[in-house]
């Protein structure tokens, strides 16, 4: 991991070994700024930093790096995600640069959605790197001072650089070891896939810690707070990689309509204080999607305001 020479407030947060908490926004589908500048000051005191989607299930949106501009003008930390579904390696080293020379402090390096789940299903994934690679990149331009082609970089892009995780998705046994070549490539931290599954998650930390991967990296886990039954089920059913327990869609049901999002919210609530007592777990990951506003009242009551000061 850098050293603490940094202009991240996340990675300064974690690494004093308080619990980290982001938090997201996806950037509007338009030119006009404000949707993401709303969404921003509505959860900014409340987290250390807010991810910035990169078109978000291959719809094409306001990019990610404009829209993490906007914010760090507002005095707000961005978190930079990027995917390599639409960039080749120059353009990939392009952004970061450019990320770099508005001190927008911390990236996600992702894959990204199959361009047949956005609104250009007829677009070319380009793929020049994988995930893993563009992660490798990062911390070659920044602790090498160097381009992928051999040449040196003036003036080095500082970079807290984070990957994603999906303790879910199948096969189950391959989950840790994929973590493992994560952190090889040099992801100094990991936000999951959002946690429904408690005890699955559990084992798969366990395993992370049994491995010693979580004194190598800082792993904070991904929350959605359920708006209905109908998320719920939508999400079980029909998004690849979510594990939502018949327990969960039954207790929102049994909640009533008009009280459901209230319960999906206790859930969250209660799924944050259970893991904050577990070990590996360095953080927690909001995902509260076009619910924004939920946000605050889930950090607090969930015992994590106010944010400490580093």
């Known amino acids: 991991m850098s050293d603490l020479n940094t202009a991240s407030n996340l990675e300064k947060v974690l690494k004093a070994g308080h619990i980290g908490v982001t938090s997201e926004c996806g950037p509007p589908r338009g030119s006009d700024a404000e949707e993401v500048k709303k969404k921003g000051m509505l959860i900014k005191d409340h987290v250390d930093a807010i991810n910035v989607t990169d078109n978000q299930t291959a719809m094409t949106r306001m990019s990610s790096l404009a829209a993490c ?16 579904r ?29 361009q047949s789940f956005g609104d250009c299903a007829q677009g070319q994934n380009v793929h020049d790197l994988d995930s893993m690679q563009l992660i490798q990149t990062v911390r070659h331009m920044r602790d090498e001072g160097k381009f992928l082609g051999g040449d040196d970089i003036k003036s080095p892009p500082k970079i807290f650089v984070g990957a994603a995780a999906n303790p879910f998705a199948d096969p189950f046994e391959i989950r840790v070891p994929r973590l493992a070549k994560k952190i090889a490539c040099g992801a100094e931290f990991i936000q999951t896939q959002c946690i429904y599954n408690i005890d699955k998650f559990k084992e798969w930390i366990r395993r ?13 886990a991904g929350m959605t707070p359920m708006k209905s039954v109908g998320m719920a089920k939508y999400m079980k059913n029909r998004v690849p990689g979510m594990d939502v327990p018949d327990e969960i869609i039954a207790r929102l049901a049994g909640a009533g309509k008009g009280k459901q999002a209230q319960e999906g919210i206790d859930i969250c609530v209660e799924h944050i204080q259970e893991l904050k007592e577990i070990k590996g777990v360095s953080g927690f990951h909001i995902m509260a999607i076009e619910w924004e506003e939920k946000v605050p009242e889930i950090v607090e009551r969930a015992g994590l305001y106010p944010r400490p000061e580093v």
């Open 69 to 84: 501009v906007h914010l760090k003008l507002m005095g707000i930390e961005p978190v930079l995600q990027m995917v390599t």
């Open 86 to 114: 639409d960039r080749n390696r120059v353009a990939l080293q392009s952004d970061i640069l450019g990320a770099a020379s508005f001190d927008i402090p911390n990236m996600l390096c992702l894959s990204g959605d199959h």
């Open 208 to 220: 992370a810690a049994d491995r010693g991967l979580t004194e190598k990296t800082f792993i904070m």
